[in-house]
């Protein structure tokens, strides 16, 4: 697989600077890759409109009329998977990058090690995102990222997939829980919980980022955070 990278700044030398760096990596971890540099966000959303077959996108946020936090914001509206990456030369704009789900945050100058980390990490995820989950529902193969599954739920003989489209089959927890993998926590008897999602965890509740509260079980707590310490 040859992973598709854009980088987007305004500074040349910036630019061909991480560029450089992205090639060192990608032959030092045998990954074929493919740059592309932009010197605006606005660059890069011409392009965008006419290939959007992008995986890792390497994101100044200080440029021009648009700044890469307004890129992102809108990029993550129709694509979930792209791994964003923000440089900056300040830290101020950090807590922004919560509502792109950004993977990192570089400081300028970029260190090379770091990036490295950052860009094993961000192939990881995409590999991740690849996994899916087969359904049959009214006689309809139906398939689900493992990452778009936000929780499961069961209802009498019934368990429903909370998605980007809901759906519910008639399976076991237990069935479904073995097609899964250890991103997923089972808290009971009632629910499986993907622990991307989770924002916040209380003795009695578990808050996702879609606004769902899930009751947690007397007990779950400590085996909860560990789990959820144990991924990150």
Known sequence: MIYRIAICDDSKPDAQYISNMVSEWAKSSAISIRIDLFPSSEAF????????????????IE???????????????????????????????????????ALHYLMKPVDQGKLFSVLQRGVEKLQYNERVLFLDVSGESIRIPLHEIRYLEVN?????????????????????????????????????????????????DVYLSDGSIIPLPRGMFERLNRAIIDKT
């Open 63 to 101: 440029m021009g009329k648009k700044s890469g936090i307004d890129l992102a914001k809108e990029i993550r509206r129709e694509n979930t998977t792209i791994q964003i990456v923000f440089i900056t030369g300040y830290s101020d704009y950090i807590a922004q990058g919560y509502d792109v789900s």
């Open 156 to 204: 009498q003989n019934y368990v429903t997939l909370y998605a980007k489209d809901n759906h519910t089959v008639k399976k076991t927890l237990s069935q479904l829980e073995k097609e899964l993998d250890d991103t997923f926590f089972r808290t009971g008897r009632s629910f499986i919980i993907n622990l991307s999602y989770i924002r916040k965890v209380t003795k009695t």
């Open 45 to 60: 959303l011409f392009h965008y409109e006419q290939d959007k077959e992008y995986d890792i996108l390497l994101l100044d």
